[in-house]
């Protein structure tokens, strides 16, 4: 459990300095991913740094990412883990800093040896008063 730990921790890290590829590093070759971007879904190979790259160029610093409430589960070569997680950034061009929390989903599995992401989910709850806001200030 350890080791899926320092995965999902590991990649965290090196996105909050923008180390895109130590960030992909701990991917798999192929990544289903459900980000909070659109599209709804897409497979996205580990070496294709470009939307990250893009992502983050879209901020003064790269955002601070933590990961809170982690829990794993693991049968096998097969396991998930779910936190929920914040992101602390500032656009470029402003001068506000924001802070989000958003729910994650990823699952992962062992490949020669080694414990990979493969798939991803991360979430906002949406207000259910008609509006289809997105929840951005909820925290754990």
């Known amino acids: 459990m350890q080791e899926i730990r320092d995965v999902i921790e590991g990649r965290a890290a090196r996105l ?36 990250i790259e893009q992502w983050l160029a879209t901020f003064e610093t790269p955002p601070r990412r933590e990961v809170t409430q982690l829990e794993i589960t693991v049968d096998g070569d097969v396991a998930f883990a779910t936190s929920y997680d914040s992101m602390t950034a500032t656009p470029k061009g402003t001068p506000d800093e924001f802070t989000m929390w958003f729910r994650v989903t990823i699952g992962l599995r062992r490949i020669d ?24 200030d909820l925290k754990p």
């Open 16 to 51: 909050s300095v923008g180390d895109v590829p130590g960030h992909l590093a701990f991917s798999a070759p192929e990544v289903l991913l459900y980000s909070l971007a659109p599209p709804l879904g897409e497979r996205v190979h580990h070496s294709d740094a470009t939307a």
């Open 113 to 136: 040896g080694r414990w990979l992401v493969v798939h991803e989910h991360e979430s906002v709850p949406f207000q259910m008063d008609g509006s289809l806001t997105a929840a951005v």
